[in-house]
């Protein structure tokens, strides 16, 4: 079913709960907050509130109020996806940040940032072949050994003997930058 007939569906039974002239408020509001430049268009966010309204129990008390705060609320929606998607930007700078929960802390959310960052930057200080394969092997796609090995041009015996080396210059650079934590008993 293509887009249009969905939503002339979703509107002629969603239209049924609310009293008649509504869907032109609807679309007022709609376009209210689908403002140029936000990423959010004004018939997602139509469409977006007349499946609320179709997982709602019976008609709202009042549907002037009830469609406003559902159109807000859809909105802010849009916008917390928006601000969380981030494109590619740089292939050679890596896998971008994995940030804690948005729920979490924003303080939290810097410090992660920040070791991000840090590593991404000891990554490209690395020697010989390392930043490519620690590349490689934080790569979103997970890729095994034998594809990594394929892709580096590098037999896959020798991937794991210098991988173990890569990562241990990359946790010299990164101890020698924020200092290496106290332990108690033996350490390494």
């Known amino acids: 079913m293509d887009t249009a007939a969905f939503t002339a569906a979703v509107t002629v039974t969603a239209a049924t709960a609310l009293p008649a002239g509504y869907a032109l408020l609807l679309a007022a509001e709609a376009a209210a907050y689908a403002l140029p430049g936000t990423g959010i268009e004004a018939a ?43 494109p590619y930007a740089d292939q050679d700078a890596g896998p971008p940040p994995r940030l804690p929960h948005p729920a979490g802390d924003i303080a939290d959310r810097v410090i992660a940032a920040d070791a991000v960052r840090a590593v991404l930057a000891a990554v490209r200080t690395l020697p010989g072949r390392c930043p490519q394969v620690v590349h490689a092997l934080m790569s979103g796609s997970d890729p095994t050994y034998r594809q990594i090995s394929r892709e580096l041009g590098i037999s896959q015996g020798s991937l794991g003997p210098l991988r173990s080396r890569c990562l241990g210059c990359l946790r010299s650079i990164l101890n020698s930058r924020v200092g290496s934590p106290v332990r108690r008993g033996n350490a390494r």
């Not at 129990?57 to 601000?83: F, I, K, N, Q, S």
């Open 44 to 86: 997602d966010l139509e469409q977006a509130v007349w499946l609320r309204l179709l997982e709602h129990d019976g008609p709202p008390a009042d549907p002037v109020d009830w469609m406003r705060a559902a159109v807000r609320a859809e909105a802010l929606a849009c916008d917390v996806r928006r601000r969380c998607e981030r």
